[in-house]
């Protein structure tokens, strides 16, 4: 089966895939979950969950520690082939998992990727529907495939910022309606490519910035200096747990949407740049090291007048940057390999509060991606600042502990 990834009601189908889910593992169906039809058709089935439990300092209502359980997100994958050049992905996403304070909990199952997939080549390939936007290397992982439990530490790309599609709103989940092309070239597909265009942040008659209807133009390249990445499509992972052998690549995106940020009275245009890289060695020891390190630079151009508009898009205006060292065990404790980690995020906005952070912890690695367990310490002013860039962002440092667990299948 194909590794399927990753950040309109789903009632009507929901069951019947669902069933079919079950039934496939029920009857032994094909290992992995896939269903041959003939030659060249095919369907892969598979889910996701990821949950954890939350201690935090001064986040309970009298002030005290929060003691919290947390299902942070639920998912069903549907993959298939119809044809030797043409595929199709179709996954689900729990949309906030019921947090009321999302304003969607009366709709919390939702289509997260729609694709078609039109693969003539290793070199070109264009995909196109709801899909991700071409962006760093931990959109581009998702939740599921990073380094690090709570991956999500630097300022969101646009459709990630945003919780909507059509007005108002530029994505969710760090997708977008649009279409991408992709491949890999040079020798044994080194250079690897996506540019694609997308709606971006979209606006109504005088709400909002984007008053033409500009469109959202992104593309990534990253280069391979070691071992070659092997991951469906444009997709990347975090970490491979030394399965890949040595790697070390980098990569460097740009997005630019014309008055994709800011508002109706006070517009900015969007340009986001990042550059990101990963390294992973085996050791003679058998000990893997993993490093991944991420930097932004996005420049929003709006007023900071912006703030006070109602109909304000306020995305990141600045600078962050965040590395992780990871070394991962070769003993098997139990039933899975211990690999510690540390990682720092610093995010410093234009007109606003800096805000930091330091994570310490341990993964239990049981299964790769399909089975872990996390365990880490953090202590930072990032979660109480928040997404706010603001000139009056506040927040002070706290401790946060977090044990987590995701599955896939």
């Not at 202590?379 to 401790?399: E, M, V, W």
Request: net charge negative; hydrophobic share 40%.
């Amino acid at each position: 089966m194909t590794k399927m990834h990753r950040n309109g009601r789903m009632a009507a189908w929901l069951a019947p895939v669902a069933g079919v889910v079950l039934a496939c593992v029920a009857q032994g169906a094909v290992a992995g979950a896939t269903i041959k039809i003939d030659d060249t058709k095919w369907l892969s089935l598979g889910a996701g969950a990821r949950a954890d439990f939350r201690t935090a300092e001064d986040q309970a209502p009298n002030g005290d520690w929060s003691d919290d359980f947390n299902l942070n997100s639920a998912r069903l994958y549907l993959n298939g082939q119809i044809h030797k050049y043409i595929k199709f992905e179709l996954n689900t996403e729990c949309v906030f998992c019921g947090n009321s304070g999302s304003g969607a909990a009366h709709e919390e199952w939702v289509v997260l990727d729609a694709i078609a997939k039109f693969e003539f080549s290793p070199a070109f390939n264009v995909w196109a529907g709801r899909l991700l936007v071409p962006a760093e290397r931990q959109e581009l992982n998702g939740p599921y495939y990073s380094t690090t439990w709570d991956a999500y530490k630097t300022p969101f790309t646009p459709s990630d910022f945003s919780v909507d599609f059509g007005t108002g709103g530029a994505g969710v989940y760090a997708r977008d309606h649009g279409v991408n092309v992709w491949g890999a070239i040079a020798p044994e597909g080194r250079l690897q490519y996506v540019f694609g265009v997308f709606n971006g942040l979209e606006s109504a008659a005088g709400f909002g910035p984007n008053q033409d209807d500009n469109l959202m133009w992104a593309g990534r390249i990253a280069y391979n200096f070691l071992g070659v990445e092997k991951n469906p499509g444009y997709y990347t992972s975090g970490t491979y747990y030394g399965t890949a052998g040595d790697i070390f690549t980098i990569g460097l995106v740009g997005q630019y949407q014309e008055d994709g940020s800011g508002s109706f009275l006070n517009p900015g245009d969007y340009f986001g740049f990042s550059a990101d890289l990963l390294y992973e060695g085996v050791l003679e020891s058998k000990h893997v090291v993993t490093l991944n390190g991420e930097y932004k630079n996005f420049n929003a151009d709006y007023a900071k007048a912006a703030f006070a508009d109602p109909d304000c898009f306020c995305t990141f205006d600045g600078d962050s940057y965040s590395v992780a060292a990871l070394l991962l065990f070769p003993q098997t404790v139990g039933i899975g390999k211990l690999q510690p980690y540390v990682r720092w995020t610093e995010v410093m906005p234009n007109g606003s509060a800096d805000r930091d952070e330091v994570e310490v912890g341990v993964n239990y690695i049981i299964d790769g991606h399909n089975a872990r367990v996390s365990a880490f310490w953090q202590h930072g002013d990032i979660a109480t600042k928040g997404l706010n860039y603001s000139p009056t962002a506040a927040g002070r440092s706290i401790d946060a502990f977090r044990i987590a667990f995701q599955l896939q299948l």
